[in-house]
């Protein structure tokens, strides 16, 4: 992330009225040890059990909110690419059925490196899907290995050789700062990665989250997660290495090339409304906060009692709608426009943060503050969850 002498201007809310599809798939060929997500492994799937009860789930939403088209949808999990591309196919029909796609509309599916999944590409190219996201994590057999990983390097190879021809667009993952992992190792690796061509990198540093099997791993002694000033070492070299290849980040994790950003998941980040489907999905619509029952059996009984898969909703008042559009936008290297979130929330504007807290922190040159422009700068983007608490939830939660 490039430190810029003027703040980017932020882009404004989505005032075309669109809106983003979300739909979780949440089941796994096995679990990763360091996963967290809603993920499930089952035997027996039952594709048709599963289209019906995401057509009921979908048409809920439009009846909610039949107004905004769709400007982007992102298959997520879980792993989607197990989805059967007849399944993908009639959810995107769905959709455009219901509310419209726009004419640009992104369409992004998450798909593991397998040989059996990347079997799938071109099938589920045709059924709609224009962007794919594919989870590398590695480009090291060893690494691959410990991260609980079924496929090798030469399989995300041909995998990833199968996606670039299949797709228009392809993004690729990676976890780095893993244990033992020094600035050398992780230059090549990372050296490598770029010279793959795709537009778009996804680096997530390893994160030890409590309920997975590395959180058991680490409190047993079996390995040491890497160190806070390495993994802040890592951090650095990755954005130069990064910028010097003309991908710099946009987001703390995530890199592009000109013109190559994930749509949906700026919606995300620029807290505009999403619609979230599926097992454990979240969603962001109407100034209300979605989540649909995580356990896929669950889901289904909810489905079939309801006729949605809600587990719960809330309605979001302006304080914590102000806190959320912050801690969403900080994480961009663009930042956020005060004066936008405070109209769009109704949440005061000179509350929305601590202005000595934030004084204190630009001091150190972690952030940037020009009018109604805050933008994090690359230095403070390594300790962002440490400045946010400073610099937000006094103000707001008062």
Not at 148 to 161: I, K, P
Not at 231 to 243: R, V
Not at 382 to 398: H, K, M, S, T, W
Request: glycine fraction near 8%; proline fraction near 5%.
């Amino acid at each position: 992330m490039r430190h810029q002498s003027s703040p980017i201007t932020p882009a404004k809310p989505n005032e075309s009225g669109e809106v983003a599809l979300y739909i979780h798939w949440p089941f796994c060929v096995s679990k990763c040890p360091y996963c967290d997500f809603n993920s499930h492994v089952r035997s027996n799937i039952d594709h048709d059990i599963w289209l019906k009860a995401l057509n009921v789930d979908l048409r809920y939403e439009y009846t909610v909110n039949p107004a905004p088209r769709i400007g982007s949808i992102f298959f997520g999990g879980g792993t989607p690419s197990l989805m059967e591309p007849r399944l993908v196919a009639s959810l995107i029909d769905r959709a455009n059925h219901l509310w419209g796609l726009t004419s640009a509309c992104e369409i992004t599916l998450e798909a593991n490196p397998s040989s059996v999944e990347a079997a799938r590409f071109a099938d589920l190219a045709a059924a709609g899907v224009n962007r794919v996201s594919l989870g590398l994590q590695a480009l090291d057999d060893a690494a691959l290995h410990f991260l609980g990983r079924a496929h090798n390097v030469a399989e995300s190879l041909a995998a990833l050789d199968i996606a670039q021809r299949a797709f228009g667009r392809v993004s690729i993952d990676l976890i780095y700062a893993r244990p033992r992992q020094n600035e050398a190792h992780w230059h090549r690796e990372l050296d490598r990665a770029i010279g793959l061509g795709t537009a778009h990198m996804s680096l997530y540093q390893l994160t030890i989250e409590e309920g997975t099997r590395f959180a058991s791993d680490v409190r047993k002694g079996i390995f040491d997660p890497i160190g806070d000033d390495a993994g802040a070492d890592l951090f650095a070299i990755t954005q130069t290495i990064m910028d010097a290849a003309g991908m710099p980040a946009y987001e703390i994790s995530n890199h592009a090339k000109a013109g190559q950003k994930s749509r949906h998941n700026l919606t995300y980040w620029r807290y505009q409304d999403y619609v979230g489907i599926g097992p454990g999905a979240h969603g962001r619509r109407l100034n209300h906060a979605t989540q649909r029952h995580k356990k896929p059996e669950n889901f289904l009984s909810a489905i079939a009692r309801n006729g949605h898969g809600i587990a719960e909703e809330t309605a979001l008042d302006a304080p914590t709608r102000a806190v959320e559009a912050l801690l969403m936008g900080l994480r961009l290297g663009e930042g956020v426009d005060l004066a936008d979130i405070a109209a769009r929330t109704g949440f005061p504007q000179d509350r929305l943060i601590d202005p000595a807290a934030a004084a204190k922190i630009a001091a150190l040159g972690m952030l940037t503050r020009d009018g109604q422009y805050l933008t994090i700068t690359p230095k403070g983007m390594p300790l962002l969850d440490a400045i946010l608490p400073q610099i937000v939830a006094a103000q707001v939660n008062c």
